[in-house]
C-alpha cells in the first residue's frame, strides 16, 4: 500500500486541519488556512500550497487568480498531530490586503498597530533569497518526479559527472565574460553558474540554509579558514 501522508494527521470533525505558513528565509508567520486530506495531497503532488475554503466548500489554490503563489519548500505535522506547518517561499504578498503577512498588526497595550513589514528590493517584489529557494524548490521537484521534457531532469539521469562538467563549463564562461567586461554577459554566465551549482546542491540533498548559515557564520570575520575536513600544512 502506497504511504499517504494525511493519514499521519488527525483531521476535526469537519475533515480539517489548521496550517500554519511559515515565510521559510525570514521566519515570518505569513498566514492560517485549513486544509483536508484532498488539498493536502494537492500541496504534496504540486509543490504549491492548496487549501480548503470553509466559506466556498471548495479547494483554494493559493496565488491562482492573485499570482501570489506560495512554493512549499518544508513540511512539518505538530507532536498532536492536528495542526501542519509549511515554509514557503512565497511570491509578493500572502495577505489579501496586499501585505506580505496577514498578521501585519501588534497589540501596543491600547490599540492595534500596524508593523513594518519585512523589506523587499525595489522594482523587483521579492527578495534575492527567495528567489534562489524558488528556483530550488523546482529543482528539487524536478529531481523527485524527473519529468521527461526538463533540463534538470535529463542531467541528473546523466549522474554527478555530467552536473559538474556543466558546473567547469559554466564557471569557463564566467572567466571569459569577465575578461570581455560586458556587464550583460557576466550577469547572464554567472546566473547560469549559480543554477548549475544548485543543481549540484540538488544532487547531494544540500539545503540552502546551511549556505546561508555558512556566509552568517563568516559575515564581518577577517582572516583565513581552515577548510572543513582539510589538514593544516
Partial sequence: MKYDFADEIKFNAEGLAPAVIQDAESGQVLMV????????????????TVFWSRSRRKLWRKGETSGNEQTVLDIRLDCDEDAILIKVSQKNGACHTGKFSCFYRRWEGERLQEIEEKSLPSGTGESGGDILERVYAVIQERIRN?????????LFKKGEDAILKKVAEEAGEVLLSSKGGRKEEIIWEITDLWFHTLLVLGYHGIPLRDLFGELEKREGKTGLRQKPGKKEE
Fill in 146 to 154: 524527473l519529468p521527461k521534457d526538463s533540463y534538470v531532469s535529463s
Fill in 33 to 48: 488556512a485549513y486544509m483536508n486530506r484532498e488539498s493536502l495531497q494537492e500541496t504534496l503532488r504540486t509543490g504549491k
